[in-house]
């Protein structure tokens, strides 16, 4: 399993780089909504939709949604992320203390859903890529993704004893929480000093990046959530040893909406 892991990221770590440095805009968007519609794709098996005519319904429909956010202004959309973020972590909450998850237990809210949490991170995704920091930004921003996967993977395993929520996800521990938030600020630090931030911009970037991955998180958890709903491991198997891209971009989908977001109010 960890050689497959090794050798699906050493072949799509290079080609995710040039893409995002190279790719001319348009098809840079072609590109990431084919990576969404396949997220949507797997959406629809957490969802329990078990017709395939259904399921490629329903991923024509997010893809269609994209074209709205060429005429609702783009800090509607990330605001309304936040919000069903936020909606999201109280349903985890709830099914972690064995209650209803605030309405995922029903299936037309996980329809709804995966409109209002996929197109956002879409979105994100072309808005950071074209900022006047350019593609290095949204590649900053995913390498804060993956340092709070990686910090919290490394500090679960060498300190790791207290369970963060055994019912949503047995493995995962406070202590690598603590290490993947870390992982995370140290990124941004040096991130911020290679660019020569000021005072001022470097603690903007800090409590962004802080905020960030703390989203990260939960869409990690938001998943693990759903994924024991429909009694199924992983989304798919598209991605040697990762599973579905729905395992692998889940907390990219959460944190990204919400980066784009503070970088709209702060500057």
Known sequence: MLKQRLLTILVALPIAILAIGYLPDKWFAALTAVIIAICAWEWSQLIVIQRPALRILYVVFILL???LTFIIPIIYWFSVAVVVWLWALGAVICFACGRSAWGFQHRTIKYIQGFLMLVPGWLAMNVLRNTSAGPALLIFVLILVWAVDS?????GRLWG????IPRVSPKKTWEGLVGGVVLALISA???GVAIDLSMESMLHLTELSFM???FAVLGDLFESMLKRQAGIKDTGSILPGHGGFLDRFDSAIAALPIFALGLLIFG
């Open 151 to 155: 910090g919290a993977y490394i500090a």
């Open 65 to 67: 949604t994209m074209g």
């Open 161 to 164: 004893s207290h369970l963060l």
């Open 189 to 191: 630090f040096i991130y």
């Open 212 to 214: 960030t991955a703390l």
